[in-house]
Structure formats: C-alpha cells, structure tokens
Nanobody
Framework: QVQLVESGGGLVQAGDFLRLSCASS????????MGWFRQAPGKEREFVAH????????CSAESVKGRFAISRDNSKNTVYLQMNSLKPEDTAVYYC????????????????????WGQGTQVTVSS
C-alpha cells in the first residue's frame, strides 16, 4: 500500500505563495508518477500538475502554467507543488495522487489514472 499525506496549505492573500508537500510511505516512491489535483467548492476535481517517476517530465494545467511548479525529491519520498502569484480562483482542496509508472514519460491528467490519493490540504486565497 501507499500512504500519501499532504501539508503546507493555508490562508494567504492574492499574490502570495505557498509550497505544498506530499509525503509518501509504503512501496517504492521512485517508481511512482505523482500528480496534484484540486477541487473547489461546488466544482469537479481538476488536474493541476504531474511529474514522472524520475522527475524527467512534467506537465501542468493551462490555468497554472507560469505560476505553479511541481518537483520531487525521491530521497525524501516527497513531491512538492510550488504555487506563486496565487489568485482567489486557486482556492480549493489540493490532493496529491500516485500511480505506478516505472519508465513512463506520459502526462497523466485524469484522476482515474491514479491509484492512490491523499486526504487533501486546504488552500484559501483571499482577494
């Protein structure tokens, strides 16, 4: 099994930054592709960013390009989401997700493509 625990959320003002972390325990983290998703109140869950098992390929949603960056540290079993220039519309619960994808170079944008999920961390951006 894989357990994922997000942290780093909070209440910030528009234009501020936050860095979310997602720590993994269980099976080998370095063989998993990782993704970040978010869900705002009354809206469907949406893709934010993805990083391949070795960090070699990354992709992100158009709405966050140039502002958010995904990264990982396999020695710490942790994936990060650096969020800059936050906007009120970024307010949501942010979830990290994992899927076993050794040697993959695909960008996985759909939630159903991930097998493991964290409990989420709330990000609130005030105007």
């Amino acid at each position: 099994q894989v357990q994922l625990v997000e942290s780093g959320g909070g209440l910030v003002q528009a234009g501020d930054f936050l860095r979310l972390s997602c720590a993994s325990s269980g099976r080998s983290f370095s063989t998993f592709d990782m993704g970040w998703f978010r869900q705002a109140p009354g809206k469907e869950r949406e893709f934010v960013a993805h990083i391949t098992w070795n960090g070699g390929d990354r992709c992100s949603a158009e709405s966050v390009k140039g502002r958010f960056a995904i990264s990982r540290d396999n020695s710490k079993n942790t994936v990060y989401l650096q969020m800059n220039s936050l906007k009120p519309e970024d307010t949501a619960v942010y979830y990290c997700a994992a899927r076993a994808s050794p040697f993959s170079r695909t960008c996985f944008r759909n939630g159903y493509e991930y097998a493991y999920w964290g409990q989420g961390t709330q990000v609130t951006v005030s105007s």
